[in-house]
């Protein structure tokens, strides 16, 4: 195993043949492993389900709860970084790894982006766009909340939320004590409802040394909540594009970020009224790109990689126009008539099961842009 220099907080960084250490066993895990592998680091996955994608191409798993802290130990003993693949990691077992090896996405970026109030004042306090919004703690809240931002509207629980869970619009005409109740009573946030042109995304990594690379901007088109295309360039200015990277930039530099994330979008107005309003952010590889395993000179899992494990950043130009397709469900068994169609290029996830709604895997295309 290479041991990283990892004294009083530093991170000096591995070299091929290191262990990266995974908490939880999904796609975007088994992805993130895939290109580890390609790098010369193993991987170690931590999960508490016995059935995992990610498990079929890791080096190592650990099979336990995240409140075992035995279980934990003995795996903070056996790798040399630690990387996540979603942002709802307990914040006690994301302080106890980050007590015995580097963490990344840090703890900040964690305890910022698993609440969604904390996330609306982050961005707002950085002087970003974002709907507006009202912390909803009781029904009382609600009611006045729903005077302040109107209807339709958005109520939203604070934690838990993915893929339209978690959520209700507030029409007019609805029992507000109905909606309160269809979330569970759970601390809220009612968002004001912005009409949107479009919705798109930054996909970019941060290095520890603050060095930052972006990929194009995504544009995004969701069916029932879950993301069903994704589309570069997105068709926006090159103003706004610009605008949107910055703002990532500037989230990144805030929350002290190593490795990819992701922030979602919504482009406002239009001509020279075009503008992006900040929706969320995701601390961990996105969705929305994995249109980079084929159409960007790094995929955003190698990228995650270098970047967790302190090597260089590597460059996020696109190759070409293209188009990422999400199978969900039993679009998956288009997996032959996909195989067969020229310039598609398949990924399949390893899940036994096709659920609606259940994201089984994707298909990306590219098209070259030269003449």
């Known amino acids: 195993m290479s041991t990283p220099a990892f004294e009083s907080g530093r991170f000096e960084g591995l070299a091929p043949g290191a262990v990266l250490g995974i908490l939880g066993g999904g796609q975007l895990a088994r992805m993130i492993a895939l290109a580890a592998a390609d790098l010369g680091i193993a991987s170690h996955i931590f999960a508490p389900e016995t059935e ?11 099979v336990a709860a995240y409140e075992d802290e035995a279980a934990l130990a003995r795996f903070a003993e056996a790798v040399d970084v630690v990387t996540y693949e979603f942002e709802n990691v307990p914040a006690a077992t994301a302080a106890f790894l980050a007590a015995r090896k580097p963490l990344h996405p840090g703890a900040r970026a964690l305890a910022v982006t698993q609440d969604r109030l904390s996330e609306k004042r982050f961005v707002a306090d950085l002087g970003l766009a974002v709907a507006p919004f009202r ?29 339209g ?30 009409t949107f042109a479009r919705e798109v ?39 706004t594009e610009a605008t949107a990277i910055a703002a990532a930039r500037k ?27 900040v929706n969320e952010i995701a601390p961990r590889v996105h969705n929305s790109g994995h249109w980079t395993s084929e159409g960007a000179q790094t ?15 590597g460059s996020a130009q696109r190759r070409g126009r293209v188009e990422m397709e999400n199978l969900i469900g039993d679009a998956a068994l288009r997996w032959r008539e996909l195989l067969a169609e020229p310039g598609a290029h398949l990924h399949l996830y390893g899940k036994r099961e096709a659920r609606p709604g259940r994201k089984m895997g994707h298909v990306t295309r590219v098209v070259s842009e030269q003449p």
């Not at 703690?137 to 302040?148: G, H, I, P, Q, T």
């Not at 995304?201 to 994704?230: K, M, P, Q, W, Y």
């Not at 989230?251 to 001509?271: D, H, K, P, R, T």
């Open 52 to 62: 995992n994608p990610a498990f079929d191409v890791a080096t190592a798993r650990t």
């Open 165 to 194: 869970k978690g959520q209700i619009k507030i029409l007019p005409g609805m029992d507000l004590a109905e909606a309160h109740a269809a979330i569970g009573r759970s601390p809220a946030v009612l968002e004001g409802f912005v």
């Open 299 to 313: 995929s955003q899992f190698h990228q995650h990689v270098r970047a967790v494990c302190g090597f260089p950043l």
């Open 135 to 163: 912390a909803v703690d009781s029904l009382a809240d609600l009611e006045a909340a729903v005077v302040a931002l109107g209807r339709p509207s958005v109520l939203k629980t604070r934690r838990f939320g993915y893929d």
């Open 201 to 239: 995304s930054v996909v970019a990594a941060r290095a520890a040394d603050g060095s930052f690379a972006a990929f194009d901007l995504c544009e995004n088109e969701h069916r029932d909540h879950i993301l069903a295309f994704t589309r570069i360039p997105a068709q926006v200015s090159a103003a």
């Open 251 to 277: 989230i990144g530099a805030a929350l002290g970020y190593v490795g990819v994330f992701a922030v979602e979008m919504f482009v406002v107005g239009e001509g020279a009224t075009e503008s992006v309003v």
